[in-house]
């Protein structure tokens, strides 16, 4: 009988210590914070796939702001280098013009030359107003090879010309800071 009382007392504080059991309460409290932080972890995982997302949008949109700038200089490199062929071929024209106008000046023909002279320098005004500049380089000028072309040396005509420019064979021209067409000149030995 005392065993049976005994083990009747043992189960009674079982059972009140079920409710209370500080084991159980523990395993509460453990369970309470894992799923606290399960939440805090879903949280933080989708504040990281947020800053992901918002890092790909970032590097998308600064590509994209990349390419538009990119296909905006290469028109613009488009227009510029049309621009540039069209009045490379115009050159030789510019070219003819003052060789005709050299010959027609040897002659009597007084009217003749203005009217060559007045289509030569609107040919030139139209050519100026799209940006072309001709190079500057006269008889006497030091040599440059970053502005001119040597096509020829000869003996130097005096002491003052030696590695200057001699003559002028081909007039050089420039669009904006780029020379188009280098002025081939002959130089003093």
Not at 75 to 91: G, P
Not at 157 to 173: C, Q, R
């Amino acid at each position: 009988m005392k065993i049976k009382n005994i083990f009747k007392n043992k189960t009674e504080m079982n059972t009140e210590n079920t409710d209370k059991n500080p084991i159980e309460g523990e395993a509460e409290n453990i369970i309470n914070e894992v799923e606290a932080a399960e939440e805090l972890s879903v949280e933080a995982q989708l504040q990281e796939e947020l800053a992901k997302e918002k890092d790909k949008f970032l590097r998308l949109f600064a590509e994209f702001e990349n390419f538009k700038k990119r296909t905006t200089k290469e028109r613009i490199d488009l227009f510029r280098t049309a621009n540039q062929e069209v009045l490379q071929a115009l050159l030789p024209v510019l070219d003819d013009f003052d060789r005709a106008l050299a010959q027609i000046a040897k002659s009597e023909d007084d009217v003749m030359l203005k009217g060559v002279e007045l289509i030569h320098e609107k040919l030139k005004s139209t050519l100026v107003s799209k940006g072309l500049e001709q190079v500057e380089v006269k008889t006497g000028d030091d040599f440059n090879p970053d502005f001119a072309e040597a096509i020829t040396q000869i003996p130097a005509p005096s002491d003052e010309l030696k590695g200057k420019v001699v003559d002028v064979v081909e007039k050089g021209y420039k669009l904006g800071d780029k020379i188009i067409r280098f002025p081939k000149v002959v130089i003093g030995q």
